[in-house]
């Protein structure tokens, strides 16, 4: 399986690392808007030993030897500036996985968008997937593959917390531990706090469910020390945040019928990634210790491979293309 | 959505309750060979309301009328004695959802007749699914889903535990509690406490996983009471069976790679559904209480009906379709 790596940001790269491991796939070609990479080796970027693959400048000069099979696509998290990528992917008439986060469900939020990348795909006689451990699989492929066994849904709750103390330094500073309050406040505003996903893991659960929704929410909190912790990489005083919270609530009828809670901070006492589904019967699974998202987000993407090149053509959610697993 | 029931057992005739309990489920006739029932009223039968559906004596005479969207099957356990009567329900051009166990993975144990469906669905351009709770769910679509994050899976291990305690005194004896060891050892070689599955599920994961499987074991044995145990229904004493534990062993190249162990007696400690998948990551997903296998085989059929309609034509099993999930 020959695959195009586009976006060599450390995501790109760590996929790149995944591929060389496992066997039957080959990164054939990469490509980069960055002029810095433009011909350098991409296993060596990748910190590897040289894979004998010079990082292109563009799609168009990455598949001018041989097609490859699929597109592994990294490179942002908004619709609006993936769909015109996408676009000069499937003009090559390749298929596509992503891990372009409003991708995992554009239904709702940018549908224009969507139907625009729908019909190409389908003109060109492939399909497109976003997918991802989250958004993609923990709150919402999975919590609405385990409705399955339901004859009722009431309400579907998703909770993922994270301790954080033993996370690599640029996902601490990530979630904001060791900010003032004030100062994790002007972070939420501009952004950077924001984990992008939960609106569309609502949605998809919402569409499966059947249910309409009429408002959703995303907060945004400071997870606070309430006393001073000391870790290797920082010191967090008591009254400064040790990480962060952001609640997603999906409305019904003004009834939250979904409620997604994500939690990762410094000293958080339990990690874990957990569904309770309110209804017949009631179903709580969890899974203990939680999955790490680096690792899960680079196997998910390639896991879902094979699926995509079943899929009917169009463009495709978590819950569209057939149960991807683990395959060697 | 008019559904065509076929087999009015207890389970068929519990699913004609779950289906008049569901907006937008249907059913429009319903057939059994027992002829005590025919031109009975199937709500009357399913101890409900009358339904104006009357029983009807074969598949021609309950379709002549109209034709259904999907039959639901649930007449039998075994590949040889399904077959004849897929074919027959093909013949009308309607796709089946069927809580046959050996029909969740045909593909090895009976592949001639899996292949013989699969041209019969195609030519009828229709698929046809074999679901249910286990097998069909929690001890292979589900572990298999659960991989999607891993980069490496070791081994799979599934646990069902049952305490049957609060459990219909049919499913007590089913299981055979209360039985002395030599009684156990007879009901276990004439098959009755046989569940149907194990292998299926097994080889589903292995197929998924990519592993040839070069043996796979089915090992039937009491749980046995140590102090004597006295429920509403019974006593058992001690050295009696308290209920059945079943392993299922699936090897490659000599080592097991797949476990699964299914166990259910009175007095169980703990009722759980559990999956730990030993990969990269390690996944220890659990569900506490575990989940109703009779409640949720109804569910989980009808469930299944919208990602039958949606598949490609042929024959399909729980990792072909998208992934199945209550809908409203």
Chains 1, 2 share one sequence.
Request: aromatic share 6%; with cysteine.
């Amino acid at each position: 399986m020959n695959i195009l790596q586009i976006g060599l940001g450390p995501l790109g790269l760590k996929i790149a690392n995944f591929i060389a491991e496992r066997p039957g796939l080959t990164t054939s070609a990469a490509v980069d808007k960055n002029p810095n990479l433009f011909g350098k080796d991409l296993g060596e970027l990748a910190g590897g030993k040289p894979s004998g693959v010079a990082v292109a400048s563009s799609i168009s000069a990455a598949v001018v030897k041989n097609k490859p099979d699929v597109a592994v696509l990294t490179t942002v998290s908004d619709m609006a500036s993936i769909t015109p990528q996408i676009e000069e992917i499937l003009a090559h008439g390749i298929p596509i996985v992503s891990t372009c986060e409003e991708l995992s469900f554009p239904w709702e939020a940018a549908s224009e968008l969507a139907m625009r990348i729908d019909a190409a795909a389908k003109a060109a006689g492939v399909a497109v997937l976003g997918t991802g451990i989250n958004p993609g699989f923990l709150m919402d492929a999975l919590p609405t593959f385990l409705t399955a066994v339901c004859q009722d849904v009431k309400t579907v709750t998703v909770k993922r917390y994270q301790n954080a103390q033993f996370r690599r330094i640029p996902f601490q500073k990530k979630i904001g531990a060791g900010l003032a309050l004030e100062q994790f406040e002007h972070k939420k505003q501009d952004g950077s706090l924001r984990h992008v996903g939960l609106t569309q893991s609502m949605q998809l659960i919402a569409r499966r469910m059947g249910w309409k929704l009429d408002k959703t929410e995303d907060i945004i909190s400071p997870v606070v020390a309430k006393n001073e912790i000391v870790t290797d990489a920082m010191t967090i005083p008591a009254g400064y945040a040790t990480g962060v919270r952001q609640i997603g609530n999906g409305y019904v009828n003004g009834v939250v019928k979904i409620k997604l809670e994500f939690q990762a901070s410094i000293g958080e006492p339990e990690s874990y990634d957990e569904v309770i589904i309110d209804g017949t019967p009631r179903i709580q699974s969890k899974i203990a210790g939680g999955v790490n998202g680096d690792v899960a987000t680079c196997a998910i993407t390639l896991n879902a491979i094979p699926q995509v090149l079943r899929s009917t053509p169009g463009l495709k959610t978590m819950v569209d293309v057939a149960p991807v697993s683990f395959y060697s």
